[in-house]
């Protein structure tokens, strides 16, 4: 698919091929790859996590808070960028975690749980930093922001990490097999609870990673950071193909569907269409992906 | 058995849903091109046409103003004949960023950028440096003094400053204290923080001389509508006899309206119990209220002036001439004695008359 939006819009769009054009697509894609990797494990195990991108912002706050020069505890100690990549990971990690219990141990459906997470998260942010953006970062932070090639291949490692793991590992198969129909696993002896919670601690984990590369690229922490990426992460996860019912997805299935927004959003750029044009036709691809999604799911339960 | 039958089904069930899929949308969006190229005369004019290329990158297009300064800029770079390229972040930093470099690979001669703040646009800045290509800034500043910029704004705390002034001559004759109410912007936004401290220097000044201004409420809007009526509302709950309300901005307006109508208390000038209401930037809203009399005064940034000031900067720095960092817009107060005069100025007028 990516491939052929590729071809095609390469005919009608000057620029596409050029280098720094293609580089400015991987700078794109990569964080979002990440992002869009936490969402298909939620998504494979049935569920939705609606506040990754509020848990991008909130890592991007905390990380960001630690190490500015206007003040952080940290501020100008030589390991001060390690530490950020390090806080970052955790803070998305630990909210992944509560998400993860809320839905699996108290049962609450994965769709209000993470929406009022979205909500707390955004206003915790908002609130600490006054909706001020946090700057000042250190040099040695804002370097990797400046490397798309060292952002693509620490992209590519995660990837390459969460394709082991779904193929090769005990949790991933079990991880299919509660997205296929919980009671079932649950008979078959799976640990259906862990199993949920921990799909949702890695996609934390993950938006938490991600967080680092937003926060370098833009070299400053923002409590709104990613405010309107949820529909694109959703968007190259369901058009990936995963299943928006659970149970089915795949890493180079995200791994397309991400290139292929990226691409879109690019070309769409490029073509000079109005914001306006540009989110209709966002819209419509995703609407599109996601009824074929359920017209593939009732097929495939008849 | 679950765990190894799942990865061979879904590989098989997917395989002719890639293919509908990608024909449908490759389809969809040769459509969605076909029309971008018509409206746009052409995407490709950045690589073929001998015109000047402006890319104009806005954070948003969600208030009048940005509206009435965007026409303006593309109007500018008309009569230059100029081609434009038009990118809204609607409010994304990050999505700002990748527009600008978007740009800047497509080798457009100049940006003209609205940022989100004075810090997120650091990076922004530093590609087009690093490009060499010129950007100015539109209406707001940048805070980081090591990248080579030119930004365009109006001189907000003069003119906040002046529009309090003309506010606190015109309370006078009212009880003292004369309590007040100030409804502050988003405060990472520079002009924010300069016109409440222009406003605050009047009040300051004014009490010197025994004006007796009492500031008993400021509002944090975030410049947010909502949260702004929210705050008037629970301001006039807490202090029901306000005489003065200052808002940083126009498109605040219609929120306390609406809360001044739910209490009673929105009536014109010369009429009994009218609040003394000062705004700043002269929007249709504003020049609509100073014509019905509801409001007393506004401070009118001049977009008309700032839009050719940052199309005109864009030439000289192109043309190799040194231009100072920042081209201040004196703007002006307008009441209700002066309306008529510099009406033809005001933009939010000038929408009104379209």
């Known amino acids: 698919m990516c491939v052929t939006l590729f071809v095609v819009s390469a005919g009608v769009t000057p620029g596409l091929m050029s280098r720094g054009n293609l580089v400015n697509v991987l700078s794109v894609a990569a964080p979002l790859l990440i992002v869009a990797l936490g969402q298909m494990l939620v998504m494979i195990s049935g569920g939705i996590d609606l506040s990754i991108t509020a848990t991008l912002a909130m890592a991007s706050v905390c990380g960001s808070w630690l190490i500015s020069d206007d003040g952080g505890w940290l501020a100008g100690a030589p390991w001060a960028a390690l530490a950020a990549c390090f806080i970052m990971p955790v803070v998305g990690a630990c909210i992944g975690l509560g998400n993860g219990v809320c839905v699996a141990y108290l049962r609450m459906p994965p769709f209000i749980a993470t929406l009022t997470s979205m909500m707390f998260l955004y206003g915790i942010a908002n609130w600490a930093t006054h909706s001020k953006n946090i700057g000042s970062l250190p040099e040695s932070f804002i370097w990797l922001g400046t490397r798309p090639f060292a952002i693509a291949a620490l992209a590519l490692v995660l990837a390459a990490a969460a394709a082991f793991f779904l193929a090769s590992t005990k949790y991933g198969r079990w991880l299919y097999a509660l997205g296929q129909r919980e009671q079932t696993a649950l008979v078959s002896g799976v640990p259906v609870r862990v199993v949920q919670c921990g799909a949702y601690f890695l996609a934390g984990f993950m938006a938490g990673t991600a967080a680092i590369i937003y926060t370098a690229q833009l070299e400053t922490g923002s409590p709104v950071l990613g405010k309107n990426l949820l529909l694109d992460v959703i968007g190259a996860v369901v058009i990936g193909g995963t299943s928006l019912f659970g149970g089915k997805g795949k890493v180079s299935w995200t791994l397309g569907g991400v290139l292929f927004i990226a691409l879109l959003d690019n070309v769409l750029n490029l073509q000079n269409l109005s914001h306006f044009a540009v989110g209709m036709c966002k819209g419509v691809m995703i609407l599109f992906a996601a009824l074929l999604d359920s017209l593939r799911h009732r097929w495939s339960v008849e | ?354």
């Not at chain 2, 600008?100 to 646009?121: A, E, M």
């Not at chain 2, 005489?243 to 609406?258: E, G, K, M, N, R």
């Not at chain 2, 009673?264 to 020049?287: E, I, Q, R």
């Open chain 2, 1 to 354: 058995m679950i765990m190894t039958k799942a990865p061979s089904a879904i590989g098989l069930a997917q395989s002719p849903f890639t293919v509908l899929s990608s024909c449908l949308c490759s389809l969809l969006l040769g459509i969605f091109c076909g029309c971008g190229g018509m409206n746009a005369g052409g995407g490709g004019a950045a690589a073929t046409s001998s015109k000047p290329v402006i890319g104009v990158a806005f954070e948003t297009l969600q208030t009048e103003f940005w509206v009435a300064g965007f026409a303006a800029i593309k109007a500018e770079c008309a009569r230059r004949g100029y081609d434009v390229v038009e990118v809204i972040a609607d409010g994304d930093a990050n999505r700002q960023l990748q527009q600008v470099k978007n740009l800047i690979t497509r080798g457009v001669d100049g940006i003209i950028l609205v940022p989100k703040d004075t810090k997120t646009c650091g990076p922004m800045i530093r590609a087009a440096n690093e490009a060499n290509i010129p950007i100015v800034l539109f209406n707001r500043p940048a805070s980081i003094p090591a990248l080579k910029t030119v930004a365009v704004v109006a001189d907000n705390f003069t003119l906040s400053k002046q529009t309090g002034e003309y506010l606190i001559q015109q309370a006078k004759s009212l009880v003292k204290p004369v309590k007040t109410m100030v409804l502050l912007g988003d405060l990472a936004d520079s002009n924010a923080i300069q016109r409440r401290d222009g406003f605050e220097e009047a009040v300051k000044e004014a009490n010197k001389s025994g004006a007796e201004i009492e500031i008993v409420a400021r509002i944090p809007t975030e410049w947010n509508q909502e949260k702004a009526q929210a705050g008037v509302v629970n301001a006039l709950q807490a202090t029901p006899d306000i005489q003065l309300i200052f808002t940083s901005s126009d498109f605040l307006l219609p929120s306390i309206v609406s809360a001044l109508q739910a209490a009673g208390k929105y009536h014109p000038a010369g009429k009994p119990g009218h609040l003394l209401l000062g705004g700043f930037d002269g929007d249709a809203t504003a020049y609509q209220m100073l014509k019905d009399g509801y409001l007393d005064a506004t401070g009118v940034q001049d977009v008309y002036f700032e839009a050719q000031q940052c199309v005109q900067a864009i030439a000289d720095l192109r043309a190799g001439k040194k231009v100072d960092g920042i081209i201040p817009d004196p703007g002006f107060v307008i009441q209700q004695q002066n309306l008529d005069e510099r009406k033809a100025q005001m933009w939010g007028a000038q929408i009104t008359a379209k």
